[in-house]
């Protein structure tokens, strides 16, 4: 091993847990909250153009979202495999999966670019836009598919980054389009009259230099692992390894989609208040939860890199620690959150409609996000250390096996408050089903 590979195996497996955990999820929650608080810019700032351009973000969060599903499938592939293989001191496999899941994540974004400007219209209204919207998210969506290729490698740089133990430079680069996003922001959309699409190329221009300067450690050698064609698979199984390993992040990203598609859907009954109302109180959501999935992230590599090493106590000692403190921050931040729900949805929309949806929604979530810390954390474990299937049924769960049947059901006898408490009640029952399976897995450790 180089002396640069040497150093980074000490670090990952010698450093004392808390210490190590804390030093890597410091930069990794940095980046999380400028990349949420750029999305909640997008969300502001378009919120002051009308109702419907608010309806509009909600609508193409999705888009966001599936680009995000195949950008974490190979990023979290190929980051759980790097991990394991530089732990177990075998580089230049890491490097293979390194450059093997960048490509394909080129190759993908420029599919899902070129098919969604030719079926832009059609897409808007599966995603459950109104005809009121329309206009608005097809001018917004445009360039957010545009922005793909770049949103699928800044999603696969960013956490072969993270998995190398290398957060600083992920969270340059995450943290760099973000701050240009919202500088530009306003610029575009008031300054030159853009509206919406003015957000849209905004975002577009951000996620390409993001992508650009996450890109550039491995250019000048500060990674152990390397982008280049040359270290490309040739062994199709390399290929269903990072697919498979990614697929929990895959589906988890993707029911993400189909829920915010099936919530707008559901809201569109009533009307495009409802849809911007919940389109904030989901931005907020993932606001607040970025604050302990930065944290969970910087578990992500000490979970791979000590299982790779064969040291499972520290595979433990990360994950009560990094679960500990996620739902202790967040049980504060729901606090805060709870106490103050009616004037944050004001910072957005001061339609009373909105802000009472708003509002209520909000406080219902806080009942409960709190909670989300457990069986993140939990698929995060199962998904670095190679338990891909645990890690899959887990992340099927809180959507894909509860949030999306409870937006349906639940509305036909609540109204308005089933589409409400439909998500809260999702993350209670995941994080009732995640700690009989981590504990047992852990036995089995033992053993």
Not at 78 to 83: D, L, P, Q, T, V
Not at 357 to 368: D, E, F, H, Q, V
Request: glycine fraction near 10%; charge should be positive; include cysteine.
């Amino acid at each position: 091993m180089s002396n640069l590979q040497q150093e980074q195996y000490v670090k990952m497996t010698q450093t004392p847990i808390p210490k190590l955990i804390i030093g890597l999820s410091i930069p990794t929650t940095i980046s999380m909250l400028i990349t949420n608080i750029y999305n909640m810019a997008d969300t502001f700032f378009v919120s002051k153009i009308s109702i419907s351009a608010s309806g509009a973000t909600g609508i193409v969060f999705s888009v966001m979202a599936i680009l995000q599903a195949f950008g974490f499938m190979f990023g979290h592939g190929a980051g759980s495999n790097i991990s394991r293989q530089l732990g177990a001191k075998r580089v230049e496999k890491a490097k293979t999966f390194a450059s093997t899941s960048y490509f394909l994540a080129v190759l993908m974004g420029v599919v899902i670019m070129v098919i969604g400007i030719i079926f832009l219209e059609p897409i808007m209204y599966l995603l459950g836009s109104t005809d009121t919207i329309l206009n608005e998210a097809k001018h917004y969506a445009l360039f957010i598919f545009i922005a793909g290729p770049a949103m699928t490698t800044g999603c696969v740089l960013n956490n072969i980054l993270r998995y190398e133990g290398k957060a600083t430079f992920a969270m340059v680069g995450l943290t760099a389009g973000g701050i240009i996003n919202m500088l530009i922001d306003p610029l575009l959309i008031f300054g030159l009259n853009l509206g919406i699409a003015g957000a849209g190329i905004a975002t577009a221009i951000s996620q390409y230099i993001s992508s650009f300067v996450l890109l550039i450690p491995f250019m000048k050698n500060k990674t152990v692992t390397k982008i280049s064609f040359k270290y490309i698979t040739h062994e199709f199984d390399d290929v269903i390894n990072i697919i498979v390993t990614g697929l929990p992040s895959f589906f988890r990203q993707s029911l993400n989609s189909i829920s915010t598609s099936v919530l707008n859907i559901q809201a569109k009954a009533y009307g495009d208040e409802a849809i911007a109302a919940m389109s904030v109180v989901s931005r907020c959501g993932n606001l607040l939860f970025s604050a302990a999935l930065g944290l969970g992230q910087g578990f992500q590599p000490v979970s791979a890199f000590n299982y790779g090493s064969k040291d499972y106590k520290r595979v433990k000692e990360g994950f009560y620690f990094t679960t500990g403190m996620g739902v202790a921050i967040l049980g504060v931040l729901c606090i805060i959150c709870f106490g103050n729900s009616e004037m944050i949805i004001r910072l957005f929309r001061t339609e009373t409609l909105v802000v009472e949806i708003g509002a209520t929604a909000l406080k219902y979530l806080c009942m409960a996000l709190y909670l989300l810390p457990i069986s993140a954390v939990g698929s995060m474990l199962f998904q670095s250390i190679g338990e891909s299937k645990k890690a899959l049924f887990l992340s099927v769960s809180q959507s894909g096996l509860l949030y999306v049947p409870f937006l349906m059901i639940l509305p036909r006898f609540l109204g308005l408050t089933g589409i409400e408490i439909a998500l809260p009640l999702a993350y209670f029952f995941v994080a009732l089903i995640t700690i009989p399976m981590v504990l047992g897995f852990f036995r089995k450790l033992e053993g």
